[in-house]
């Protein structure tokens, strides 16, 4: 019998990469096929040839043994096929409702009710476990709201095949759970899913069989997962041995360098205070929605605070900005990098040099080209960003190999004092996230306070020195790293038991 989806040898260059190389392997019906592999491996990549946006250079996909040719994404949509890619692409002006249909259910049914047809959507949505209101328009949604929508989309095609491409790379932990099982639910009406993510622990939960890239080639296929242990993954994927990702470095602390006195703002139900000492790192830990970047945005000056003061090297300092905090050499990395950050136009260097261009002003007027490209090339060694040239369009680039290019952009000022990095190895790859980490030490070395937000349990417990733990809006208390355990975290996360009881 053949598999309902095969790639046979596929190959696919770009200018300067060789993006997929000679790459097989069978998707079945009722399985869940994990991909893995670096950032820039080549997984998104195979799956916009699948989805009909990109054509291959060599090779064959085949459906249930005939070879497919999608000349575009319609052709693709139209054989059962349906992509949810990393990079969402959403109209915003359009309510959920009408995003859902677009495309897919008014033709075929040739509804033009719309009140039937919101009707529909609501049962579809209700019936999926997504708690979303029809009549919301896409801007006013988070990107997790925006990602379940696209989610659905390809579920009310009712599509034979459905490839995820890091689907729950911004998705809350309940988020993440629907998502789940919603895709169980979809192996067991026999559909073949195609699962990319970084996160080793979806893999195992969520995958029957797994391959792994490297460098645009298949490494390995694991049709059961049962017997394979994370380190052989982890191996194929990044061609070595990495024994300890988090490699804490301890380091002695010094004195209080930054300390936050009763800031109060809109999304905080009390006022908050935490002080940061040179060289620590502090992990903020909390659920989705706990407050963490709001309450980095209000000490940054993107948000306005309504009250409470900042205090920097024994001295009260005023940040109305997110300029002057940068003047004070207080930088935040933000969660949202491709929305807030990515200049997509621009190169590389371009975009690591954009926030420390104003210290290598010659004569305050003349850009120094030398230094630009020094920085950007160091970065780019650093973190293994994978582009041809330091002078490629960022957009080119691997969706992980652009976050760490914005995350260089903050690491790359010069005199930082206190850096606060909000969520800074999502979407990158084991691997990277070892240099990504070494970097964080290296800084704290130097006397940086550092403040870190994280919702994955095991990097905040192994980077940092002291953990923060925020719920509702507020600090709900403090553990040092000898102290600090995935239980005893999550025990002050947790909503508790009487907290509820008192809002219900
Ligand atoms: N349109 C394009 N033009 C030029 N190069 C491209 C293009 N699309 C992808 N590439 C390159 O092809 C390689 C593979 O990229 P791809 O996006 O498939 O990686 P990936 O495995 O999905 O990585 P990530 O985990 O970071 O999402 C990268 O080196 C990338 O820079
Ligand atoms: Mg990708």
């Known amino acids: 019998m053949s598999a309902t989806l095969r790639f046979d040898n596929i190959g696919k260059v770009f200018p300067g990469v060789r993006a997929l190389d000679g790459v097989s392997f069978d998707v079945n019906a009722g399985e869940v ?22 054509q291959p250079d060599s090779g064959r996909v085949l459906i249930d043994g005939n070879e497919v040719h999608f000349a575009s994404a319609a052709a693709s949509i139209g054989a059962g096929i349906a992509v949810i890619h990393q ?50 328009k896409l801007r006013k949604l988070s990107i997790a709201q925006r990602q379940m929508v696209e989610i659905c989309k390809a579920l009310l095609r009712n599509a034979r095949v459905i490839a995820l491409d890091e689907p729950t790379s911004s998705l809350s932990h309940r988020e993440t759970e629907v998502l789940f099982k919603l895709v169980r639910d979809l192996k067991a009406d026999k559909r073949a899913l195609i699962y990319i993510s970084h996160r080793m622990d979806e893999i195992y939960e969520l995958c029957d069989a797994c391959t792994i890239f490297r460098d ?20 194929e994927m990044v061609g070595r041995e990495i024994s300890d990702i988090y490699n804490y470095r301890a380091r002695p602390l010094g004195d209080v360098r930054f300390s936050v006195k009763n800031v109060q703002g809109d999304a905080l139900s009390a006022p908050v205070s935490f002080e940061v000492k040179r060289g620590e790192i502090v992990g903020f830990f909390g659920l989705v929605g706990a407050g963490r970047s709001e309450l980095m945005h209000l000490v940054y000056g993107a948000d306005k605070k309504k009250d409470g003061a900042l205090w920097l090297d024994g001295k009260e300092i005023k940040v109305r900005s997110t300029g002057e905090a940068i003047r004070h050499g207080i930088v935040l990395c933000p969660e949202d990098r491709k929305e807030e950050g990515i200049v997509a136009m621009a190169t590389v260097a371009e975009n690591i040099n954009i926030s420390c261009r104003r210290h290598y002003l010659r004569g305050g007027l003349f850009l120094d080209r030398k230094k630009e490209a020094q920085t950007a090339e160091r970065f780019i060694q650093l973190l293994k960003i994978k582009t041809p040239s330091r002078k490629q369009r960022i957009r ?55 403040v870190m937000i994280s919702s994955e349990l095991p990097e905040v417990l192994g980077v940092s020195d002291r953990i923060v733990v925020m719920r509702q809006g507020r600090i709900a208390g403090e553990l040092a790293r000898e102290k600090a355990s995935e239980q005893s975290v999550l025990s002050l996360a947790l909503p508790q038991a009487e907290t509820v009881a008192q809002a219900a």
């Open 33 to 54: 096929h994990g991909l893995m592999g670096e950032n820039g491996a080549g997984k998104s990549t195979l799956l916009k040839i699948l989805g009909g946006e990109y």
């Open 87 to 136: 990079e969402l692409q959403y109209v915003p002006d359009l309510t959920v409702s009408e995003n859902l249909l677009l495309g897919a259910l008014p033709n075929r049914l040739g509804w033009v009710d719309k009140r039937a047809a919101k009707a529909h959507v609501r049962e579809r949505l209700a019936a999926m476990g997504v708690d979303l209101d029809p009549n919301a």
């Open 216 to 235: 645009g080639r298949k490494i390995a296929s694991h049709l059961s997962l049962a017997d394979v242990p994370r380190e052989t993954l982890v191996q």
């Open 396 to 450: 080119f680039l691997s969706g992980g190999n652009q976050q760490k290019a914005i995350l260089s952009r903050w690491l790359a000022e010069p005199d930082l004092k206190v850096v606060i990095l909000d969520e800074p190895t999502r979407g990158i790859d084991v691997g990277a996230k070892h240099e990504i980490y070494n970097v964080i030490y290296q800084l704290a070395e130097r006397g940086c306070a550092i």
